[in-house]
């Protein structure tokens, strides 16, 4: 047993914080109890700590375990896949010590291992879900515009395969859920660093999306679909999408449809930051800054308007591993959904635990209470009142268990 002691106790339920708090964690690594150190009794023999804050465990609902360096999509082609996974172990540290207990990977080659490297208690990490590659049309964003056809089609390296036709879309997903996936990733628009394709382009028809979608969920999987304009973002949504990615050009229609569907928004505004603010001293493809220029303030924009109409936005980074974008800094999301989209510090830390957890699906993570893990993260000072407290991380705790730092 467990007990975590915090003068101010955030459990990520919507709800007041709980000041004088406790939590009391089972050995199995589930919450026992949660409440005031008045109401919950401290067992005597379990290891007690105590913290100025505690808050449940972060989830970043997007990202890439590659292991790349660089920005450079050439480079993440011709490098090992065993350098990638390796770098990508030291990369789940990193996460994991910033206080990130759960990450979603929606596309990469090596997340599959790495998932279960972790779960098998072998390497250092946050729980891993992930959509091993991505599934894209031919020309869509998933394909490599700068190679020839004939060497894409038949690598297994990128971090898509490409199907066309919904007969080849329904293979493709099959052939993800026989690897033992737990998400599946489409992409239903163009994308920034894809070469010879836009943001505003929609990819795939309605009936390649509908038998992807139908393939994921016959297996009890969701669909995460990588869309940027609105039509792609409508198109995935009534075909029963189960998360948006990125929306950098959404309307009326498509909030609508969020509340219609229950989907949710993952907006990933730090490589967006991050490409535009730093991207050219690092190495990014110029027709990539391009495109970042162009769709920032649209990107922002649509999530502050989205954040009005009440669509549940999760925290997610797109992050890859470069310096540019490294992991271990996925809380600069947070911070830019409170400073420059102006989202409250108690919905960004929501964004950030109960919806993102809702990515997953997984119904005992994100929030602090009986039965679900107990993934702690523990903090020096208020998320509440500053949310870059989330970096001041005083200790870290993944199923109860204390984490190296
Ligand atoms: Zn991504």
């Not at 599934?135 to 089609?153: A, K, N, R």
């Not at 027709?287 to 220029?293: I, N, S, T």
């Amino acid at each position: 047993m467990r007990v975590i002691d915090a003068d101010l106790l955030i459990t990520g339920r919507d709800e007041e914080p709980i000041e004088a708090g406790r939590i009391v964690v089972a050995d199995d690594g589930t919450i026992d109890a949660v409440g005031t150190q008045e109401d919950v009794a401290a067992p005597a023999d379990a290891d007690h700590e105590a913290h100025p804050v505690a808050m449940p465990g972060l989830i970043d609902a997007h990202l890439h375990l590659l292991g790349v360096r660089d920005m450079e999509p050439m480079t993440w082609l011709t490098e090992s896949s065993e350098l990638g996974a390796a770098r990508a172990t030291a990369d789940l540290r990193d996460l994991l010590a910033a206080g990130f207990t759960t990450v979603r990977d929606v596309g990469s080659t090596t997340a599959l291992g790495l998932r279960d490297a972790v779960a098998e208690g072998e390497i250092p990490g946050p729980r891993v879900f992930t959509s091993g590659q991505s599934i894209s049309q031919t020309g869509g964003h998933g394909d490599l515009h700068f190679l020839p056809y004939d060497w894409v089609e038949k690598s297994d390296q990128g971090v898509g395969t490409l199907a066309d036709g919904a007969d080849e879309c329904r293979k493709e997903a099959r052939k993800r859920v026989r690897q033992g996936v737990d998400v599946l990733k489409i992409m239903t628009t163009g994308g920034v660093l894809s070469e010879k394709d836009a943001p505003d382009q929609t990819q795939f028809t309605d009936a390649e999306v509908e038998a992807l979608v139908e393939e994921a969920h016959r297996v009890g999987i969701p669909v995460a679909s990588h869309a940027q304009g609105a039509g792609g973002v409508k198109s995935a949504l009534r075909n029963g999408v189960d998360t948006i990615e990125h929306g950098f050009y959404l309307d009326q229609r498509c909030f609508d449809l969020f509340h219609e569907t229950g989907a949710t928004f993952v907006p990933t505004l730090a490589i967006m930051h991050r490409l535009v603010e730093q991207g050219a001293d690092h190495g990014v493809p110029e027709y990539g800054l391009e495109k970042a220029r162009e769709a920032r303030e649209a990107h922002f924009d649509s999530v502050e308007r989205a954040y009005e109409d009440d669509v549940p936005i999760a925290v997610g980074t797109d992050f890859l591993g470069p310096e540019l974008i490294p992991h271990g800094e996925n809380a600069l999301e947070l911070e830019l959904l409170a400073n420059e989209v102006g989202m409250a510090e108690r919905d960004v830390i929501q964004s950030a635990t109960r919806v993102a957890a809702r990515t997953v699906p997984a119904d005992d993570l994100g929030t602090l209470e009986a039965g679900n893990a107990g993934d702690v993260l523990a903090l020096d000072s208020d998320p509440l009142a500053d949310i870059s407290a989330v970096r001041d991380v005083a200790a870290v705790y993944k199923g109860g268990e204390p984490v190296e730092l």
